[in-house]
């Protein structure tokens, strides 16, 4: 399966995906270009691709689309101020073609800090409510510095997309 | 599936377009599909190869075989040319207030942006060859055009616009304190969201030639365990002794910021002459100018969109620093003050954007123990 994660610089994106696979999550770079992990999780064997959120590389995102099975957006829950970038940035993702089968997580990170907003508050804010209805998706709260809601994320997403393939088949 | 189009368990050939100049045989009719269907799978394995989207999705999508920056050029002022007129049309149309469905504007108007952003893939496939002036010069016409059509559909639509907004129906479970000049902060384009009224966190915003001090210690939980947020602050001294999670700052002028340890990350958007004594887990530094940076940081800091902006160690002291340090997993130098990644500046050759402050340029250590 692979899996795409993407969002705003600093909302955490490269500490879940070495969170998930036990990594030491200590010192991270922040990304400059993508990392790409492989990880067997349950019977699946995932293709992570964590590619880079600062504003000059967003713009290569769009070259990691094709032939992907799951989409991870990832929410700094405690940047109030960017919150209308990152609804921005996740509304164009969603219109492009390429994605418009892939399922849908979006990770509502950084829960641990004071003063972050709950996955509710961040879906109004998203507006998720208002996205394509043939769509899969769902919002889970996590925190990749304590590794809370990693697991039911990745647990949905990757069901998600099982039985996709199965009614494919 | 698209090639089911191509029906090749049809029960009955004579319904297809492709059968019915067949009467005699059943066979070659099948054939001929089946033929086609291959050579087309076949068309869209290549396609997906070579990393393109389906080649008769749009012209524009077509496999780029000339890879001459000329012949791109010419295809895009084309459909520049074109949308920019369907743009003027409707500029027009609305001006002189001739009579139309609306529902028949916002198709056009849909139309229109799914040409911008065909256009806009165009020029990211192709980028590969050109050279990066025509490349950001493309960008910006794009940006342009999204603009224009913003304005136009501003025009058009004037009410419906953030029509998402009207629903700041349940209030936060902890309030957080009203803060009088929280209003004037808010940026450019954030209000529509309708929900930073609601939610303010800690932070000094809107303050000139003050000095600004702040303490975190363990009771303290909007510290060990939260966010600071430093905002549109001009000739102020900032000084956050403690521990803290996380650390915004924007737009900073002329300021000395001061902070002892933060355990997570650290965001700067739009600092302009000020100097910062920063120790924290990750920082990334956004459109800052002619500013000074004193850091110990555990990974590499990253500049985007800077310049004049240069960089020596950690030079802080206060009571009890090492132990804050310490318990942040900060107290040891790692010398990465001066592996600065610039993400504008890609290549090989040391960014002109930033440069290591030179010894005889440094500032003592600061001392902030009395407040």
Redesign the interface.
Known sequence: MRILMVGL??SGKTTIVLKINGEDT?????T?GFNIKTINYQKYILNIWDVGG????R?YW??YF??TDGLVWVVDS????R??DC?HELDNLL?E??LSGASLLIFAN?Q??????SPE?IA??L?LD?MDKTRHWRIVGCSA?TGEGLLEGFDWLVQDIASRIYMLD | MEENVFGTNDPNPRTTATATADNTTVDPTLQRKNAAMLERLSNRHQSRLAGKSDPDSTNLNAPPSFESTESFLSKFSQSKVSIESCLSQLHQQQENRIPGSDSNRKTDMEKISLSISDLEKFVAENSYFLPSYEVRTCLKTIADLKQSLDDVTSLVIPKKKFSFKNKPSKKPTNPVQEDTVSEKNLNVGSSDLGFKHLIMSPGFRDKEKEVLVKEFDKSDTQGQNGEFTLSGLRDCEVRLKGCLRALFMDRLTNCRIYVGAVMGSVLIEGAEGCVFILASHQIRIHNAKNCDFYLRVRSRPIIEDCNGVKFAPYCLNYERIEKDLEEANLGEETANWANVDDFRWLRAVQSPNWSILPNNERIQTVDISIS
């Open positions: 610089d600093n200590s010192v991270i770079n922040p400059l600062q504003k000059t590389i713009s769009r070259n094709e032939q405690s940047d109030l101020r919150l209308d609804k219109k073609e390429r950084k641990d800090i004071q003063g972050a907003l508050e109004k804010v507006n208002a510095y």
